[in-house]
Every structure is written in structure tokens, then in C-alpha cells.
């Protein structure tokens, strides 16, 4: 069984800084396109970043040079490290994982930056 868990949400200040984490079972991350996404209250789920099986990186233009994605062979984990975090980056963060697996993805956790 698939299973995609986020972990590390909460709240910050604004220029704070948070890492994401999500932990999967079931699948071999390195084989997937993983990616994260957000939807803020009553707007579109929108990509934040993701990582492809060859290590290659794409951000949103909103977060280019604030947030980085990465991914731990050995744990199995993908991270999403953000930092110079805005208001307009609350939002409830999601994993996702495309491969030959299809589409999957995590419950989500809340990220919320005060100004």
C-alpha cells in the first residue's frame, strides 16, 4: 500500500523559515516524479517544486530562490526547505507522487505565515 505522509507544517513569522518532509512507503521515491504542491483557502492547487528521477529541480516563480526541494535516497523522503516564507505562502501543502505508480498523494499539512 502507497502511502505519502507530510510532516513539518505550523506556524512562522514572516522571513521565517520551515522544511517540509514527506515520508513514503510502498514506493521507491527515487523512481517517481515527486512534487509539491499548495492551495491556499478557496484558490487552485498550484506546483511549488518538484524532482525529477535524475535529480532535475523546477520551482514556481513565486518561490525561486526561497525554497529548495530535495530528496533522501537512503530515507526515502523528499523535503521541501523554505525559507523567506511570505504571507501568501499559507497554504495547506500536499506531496505528490507520478510514476508508473500513477498519481498519489499525501494528506497535506498546514503552513501558515503571519505578518
Known amino acids: 500500500q502507497v502511502q505519502l505522509v507530510e510532516s513539518g507544517g505550523g506556524r512562522v513569522q514572516a522571513g521565517g523559515s520551515l522544511r517540509l518532509s514527506c515520508a513514503a512507503s510502498g514506493i521507491i521515491l527515487r523512481t517517481n516524479v515527486m512534487g509539491w504542491y499548495r492551495q491556499a483557502p478557496g484558490k487552485q492547487r498550484e506546483l511549488v517544486a518538484s524532482?525529477?528521477?535524475?535529480?532535475?529541480?523546477n520551482y514556481a516563480d513565486s518561490v525561486k530562490g526561497r525554497f529548495t526541494i530535495s530528496r533522501d535516497n537512503a530515507k526515502n523522503t523528499v523535503y521541501l526547505q523554505m525559507n523567506s516564507l511570505k504571507p501568501d505562502d499559507t497554504a495547506v501543502y500536499y506531496c505528490?507522487?507520478?510514476?508508473?505508480?500513477?498519481?498519489?498523494w499525501g494528506q497535506g499539512t498546514q503552513v501558515t505565515v503571519s505578518s
Open positions: 505528490n507522487a507520478r510514476g508508473l505508480i500513477g498519481d498519489r
Open positions: 524532482i525529477t528521477t535524475g535529480g532535475n529541480t
